[in-house]
């Protein structure tokens, strides 16, 4: 069973910086999908970034969010700068493994005005 571990939320200042971290269980080159969701309160949860198979981003956090792969470990990290209230929320890790979609414990992202 895959397992994803989040960590790196945290309150900020509007115009700051945090940057989360995915560790998963596997092979991070065996999956079919990984990328980084958020759920801010009372709205669905929304896919930010991705990226396997592609790296892309939503239009909302276009330039100020970066996906990257550390290097030599299944750990997907994701960097956020110029932070927004509006970014607020829980952020989730998601992976999709033999066609099973696996989430993350998520971890909380507060940006303060």
């Known amino acids: 069973q895959v397992q994803l571990v989040e960590s790196g939320g945290g309150l900020v200042q509007a115009g700051g910086s945090l940057t989360l971290s995915c560790a998963a269980s596997?092979?991070?080159?065996?999956?079919?999908?990984m990328g980084w969701y958020r759920q801010a309160p009372g709205k669905q949860r929304e896919l930010v970034a991705r990226?396997?198979?592609?790296?892309n981003y939503a239009d909302s956090v276009k330039d100020r969010f970066t996906v990257s792969r550390e290097c030599g470990k299944n750990t997907v990290l994701l960097r956020m700068n110029s932070l927004k209230p509006e970014d607020t929320g829980v952020y989730y890790c998601?992976?999709?493994?033999?066609?099973?979609?696996?989430w993350g414990q998520g971890t909380q992202v507060t940006v303060s005005s």
């Open positions: 990226i396997i198979p592609l790296t």
């Open positions: 596997v092979n991070i080159l065996s999956v079919n999908f």
């Open positions: 998601n992976v999709v493994h033999n066609g099973v979609y696996i």
